[in-house]
């Protein structure tokens, strides 16, 4: 049988944690991040990772075999 492919998004953005559970990091926190309407509030909940939502995770691990 061939290998599986690793979708290549995926792997730049999405990792497995040694529990199977699915990490990710925020959204809206590529630019504008002086003074353009977020507020320090919200750049400081965006900071780090999280755990992505259980409805995803079927697709996600399907996405990065080997991982």
Partial sequence: MQKLKTHSGAKKRLKISKKGKVIRGHAY??????GHGKT???K?????????????VKAVKKMLPYA
């Fill in 29 to 34: 926190m590529s630019h504008l991040l002086n």
């Fill in 40 to 42: 320090a509030k919200s």
């Fill in 44 to 56: 400081r909940h965006a900071r780090g990772t999280t755990v992505t939502d259980k409805t995803s």
